[in-house]
């Protein structure tokens, strides 16, 4: 019986392959025969009646999403969403970006196999989200969603996008302390009322911390984008950018496994929340427009001890000027590295 760490980082090294999954190349095609190998290793019951791969094309290219279903108690609810994509940027293997997500949304999937949940849970691996179908009509979470005749619509959506590294700040290098390694982002807490609460009462492991940030930080990095512009509450987990990102580098003996295990775990726990949780439409007035400044600022607070802060300058952040000046701090460190 292997760790969750080694199980993860077997994932990550049989889809991270040097040819890379670029849509059109034979390394995406290995990619695809690995996805419906996983998923029926998993037994899991395909999405479609068709089976787990939903092709479909953009101008003359073929395109591939990936989904199957864990049937919950009620399926009169709207099934939750949790996804990530298994494109590439480029032909390298990708590890980050984003072989580590589908490894984490594969280990989740075999974990909630023997749970049975209030609700359906739909798992989905997007093809086309990097560059040139990021946001267009081709990229895979957006024809998923374009796609689907499931009158039940969606309960919520679960995204993870560039989990598998410790964050590194630009001035500190390999000194970048454990409080930073250890972080990742959560977006999209804003979503809906009911997440603050639901991010607040799911402890990280240790080895672990959580920030939420607003969405419009980081504005739809990832395939989270088509669920929020149609008003379905949802998260998006991600470590942002790191030196390796988008590059041949980004190569699987440079991930973090332990740090990936913890996020494994959180994502779990969010999402074995997110099912049971109602979630009842709301309407939000412009009045609450930025509710979850306080919820925020309080995230970073409990990751970041005041004496780091006060190194770079900081105080403790309670108010949405506090989260501003961190996010300054967290760009400037970390975006856009390499
Ligand atoms: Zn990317």
Redesign the pocket.
Request: net charge negative.
């Given at each position: 019986m292997h760790s969750v760490p080694e199980r993860l980082e077997s994932l990550v090294r049989g889809l991270a392959l040097p040819q890379g999954r670029r849509v059109g190349r034979s390394g995406h095609r290995d990619a695809e025969i690995w996805i419906e190998a996983q998923f029926a290793r998993l037994a899991l019951m395909p999405y479609a009646e068709t089976g787990y791969a939903l092709p479909y094309t953009s101008g003359r290219t073929q395109f591939t999403n990936f989904a199957a279903i864990i049937p919950g108690r009620d399926q009169s609810l709207a099934p939750l969403l949790i996804g990530a994509h298994y494109d590439s940027?480029i032909d390298a293997p990708c590890a980050d970006?984003?072989a580590a997500s589908v490894a984490l949304t594969l280990e989740i999937a075999s974990r909630l196999k023997s749970s049975q949940l209030r609700r359906d849970v739909i798992i989905a691996l997007f093809d086309a989200?990097?560059p040139p179908y990021f946001l267009t009509e081709a990229m895979g979470s957006i024809r998923f969603y374009e796609n689907q005749t499931d009158r039940r619509g969606f309960h919520a959506a679960l995204i993870t996008d560039l989990i598998g590294h410790d964050v590194g700040f630009r001035s500190l290098a390999a000194d970048t302390p454990e409080e930073i390694r250890r972080l990742v982002c959560v977006l999209g807490a804003e979503s809906h009322p009911a997440l603050p609460a639901i991010i607040d009462a799911t402890p990280t492991p240790s080895g672990l911390a959580a920030i939420a940030l607003r969405n419009s930080y980081a504005p739809d990095l990832s395939d989270h984008h088509i669920f929020r512009v149609n008003h379905h509450p949802y998260l998006f987990l991600s470590c942002g950018h790191w030196p390796h990102y988008?590059k041949r580098t980004d190569t699987p003996d440079r991930l973090a496994y332990t740090k990936l295990a913890a996020i494994t775990d959180w994502t779990h726990a969010l999402l074995l929340k997110l099912a049971d949780a109602p979630l009842p439409p709301h309407s939000r007035t412009p009045a609450d427009a930025d509710s979850t400044a306080a919820f925020e600022a309080a995230t970073i607070a409990r990751a970041i001890p005041p004496g780091l802060l006060q190194k770079f300058g900081l105080s403790v952040p309670a108010t949405r000027a506090g989260v501003d000046a961190f996010v300054g701090l967290l760009l400037r460190e970390t975006y856009e590295l390499g």
């Open positions: 940027v970006d984003n989200e990097e988008h």
